[in-house]
Nanobody, 126 residues
Framework: QLQLVESGGGLVQPGGSLRVSCVASGFTLGDIAIGWFRQVPGKEREGVAC????????KYADSVRGRFFISRGNVKNTVYLQMNSLKPEDTSVYYC???????????????????WGQGTQVTVSS
């Protein structure tokens, strides 16, 4: 069974950093484009960052570019989202998702992704 599990969320002060992780089971993350999304109650899910199946292409939402960084771990089935200079507006539930149909590159459209984790809460507050 294909499964994604996020971890690493928590409470952090504005300006702080946090790294969330996505671990896959049932398939190899290294062969698949992975995206990070976030959602707050009452709003649409927002694409934050994605990495291609090769790891050579990454994309970021304008709201996080230069502050967030997506990477593949040395452990092949792990993808990280490093979040720096966090702002209160970054508070959200963060989800990782897998797009097994992507052949080249990655996209930040929710509809492109077939498999989703359960999410991890990130709260930025003093």
């Amino acid at each position: 069974q294909l499964q994604l599990v996020e971890s690493g969320g928590g409470l952090v002060q504005p300006g702080g950093s946090l790294r969330v992780s996505c671990v896959a089971s049932g398939f190899t993350l290294g062969d698949i484009a992975i995206g990070w999304f976030r959602q707050v109650p009452g709003k649409e899910r927002e694409g934050v960052a994605c990495v291609s199946n090769s790891g050579g292409i990454t994309k970021y939402a304008d709201s996080v570019r230069g502050r967030f960084f997506i990477s593949r771990g040395n452990v092949k089935n792990t993808v990280y989202l490093q979040m720096n200079s966090l702002k209160p507006e970054d508070t959200s539930v963060y989800y990782c998702a897998a797009d097994p149909r992507a052949i080249y590159g990655c996209r930040l459209y929710e509809s492109e992704y077939d498999y989703w984790g359960q999410g991890t809460q990130v709260t930025v507050s003093s």
